[in-house]
């Protein structure tokens, strides 16, 4: 052998040991997901079933604690918005979501679904963007498959027995416009 392929030979053999060495078996676990500091934990719910929507029959971890369990009614009007730390549009509504939570109170609950994204950066980001309301992460994009959406963001807004009333489908530019859209689908006067 001349020492090119002598030379690639030992090369294919290093990198198939080191492949073979460090594979997802010896990998070690994925630590439990804790809670972001910033982000409050999902609210209690009732145990009163939701009302038939096209939302998945899911319960998804909160990324400050707790769950947000789509099979039961949130018991208020609630905003779901779901997001994405990978998507642009989204990076530019979700200082307009925290400020409905802000303005909302107790009027309106307001929840975000990280969708389709990584732990670590949909909790990066959510800390970056100053976010404080409650987040569910939905890494598989359950909800998101289940509501027919191909794209973020999207906001349902659902009223207190769980039935979504509308869904937006892309951002929403101003705080105003995110009050017309719950005064008109919500019934809720902000």
Do not use: Y
């Not at 090119?4 to 073979?20: D, E």
């Not at 009732?46 to 604690?65: E, H, K, Q």
Request: proline share 9%; hydrophobic share 45%; aromatic share 4%.
């Amino acid at each position: 052998m001349s020492r090119g392929p002598r030379a690639l030979a030992a090369a294919l053999a290093v990198g198939l040991a080191l492949l073979t060495a460090c594979g997802s078996d010896d990998a070690p676990a994925d630590p439990p997901a804790q809670p972001v500091a910033a982000l409050a934990p999902c609210p209690e719910q009732p145990d009163t079933p939701a009302a038939d929507s096209d939302l998945p029959a899911v319960s998804l971890d909160c990324l400050g604690g707790g769950t947000l369990d789509l099979t039961r009614a949130p018991g208020v009007p609630t905003v779901l918005n779901l997001w994405a730390s990978w998507c642009g549009p989204c990076r530019e509504e979700l200082p307009l979501v925290q400020e409905l939570a802000d303005v909302a109170g107790d009027q309106v609950r307001v929840v975000g679904v990280a969708s389709k994204d990584g732990m670590p950066q949909a909790t990066s980001f959510a800390a970056d963007a100053g976010i404080t309301f409650p987040g569910a992460f939905d890494g598989d994009g359950a909800v998101m498959t289940a509501m027919r959406l191909v794209g973020l963001p999207a906001t349902a807004f659902l009223a207190a027995d769980g039935s979504v009333a509308f869904v937006q489908v892309g951002p929403v530019r101003s705080i105003e416009e995110f009050e017309e859209l719950v005064a008109t689908h919500l019934g809720v006067q902000l």
